[in-house]
């Protein structure tokens, strides 16, 4: 398991923190392009991986059992691990099944 986080008393989340402010979520989108990054390196050595925030149902809980200071913003939660079968090419609907032009649903859009 991969738990990533953003440590804002350090100036490397977005926005100023002071010690002792709440913890806004989500104040560092660039930890996104990171977390891709991890997921595509994996798979390219043959790991599975997987995006989850399950955790945060009981953040407090981690936090006190990995002792993570409370400036530090728990984001994510990835297992990592090989798949127990081999991955094959990736499942893909057609994009014609979820994307349309200048339509939605039943309705026209006109700029």
């Known amino acids: 398991m991969i738990l990533v986080c953003v440590d804002h008393l350090r100036g490397r989340g977005s926005g100023t923190y002071k010690r002792g402010d709440p913890i806004v979520r989500n104040r560092c989108p660039s930890i996104w392009p990171c977390v891709q990054n991890l997921f595509l390196a994996a798979r390219g050595l043959g790991l599975g991986t ?36 081999a991955f094959g090419p990736p499942r893909r609907r057609p994009a014609t099944e979820f994307t349309s032009f200048n339509v939605f649903g039943n309705r026209h859009y006109t700029p």
Do not use: F, S, W
């Not at 997987?50 to 297992?79: G, M, N, S, W, Y």
């Open 50 to 85: 997987r995006l989850t925030a399950v955790h945060v149902h009981r953040e407090d809980e981690l936090k006190e059992i990995l002792k993570i200071p409370v400036h530090i913003e728990t984001v994510c939660l990835t297992p990592l691990g090989y798949p127990a079968e």
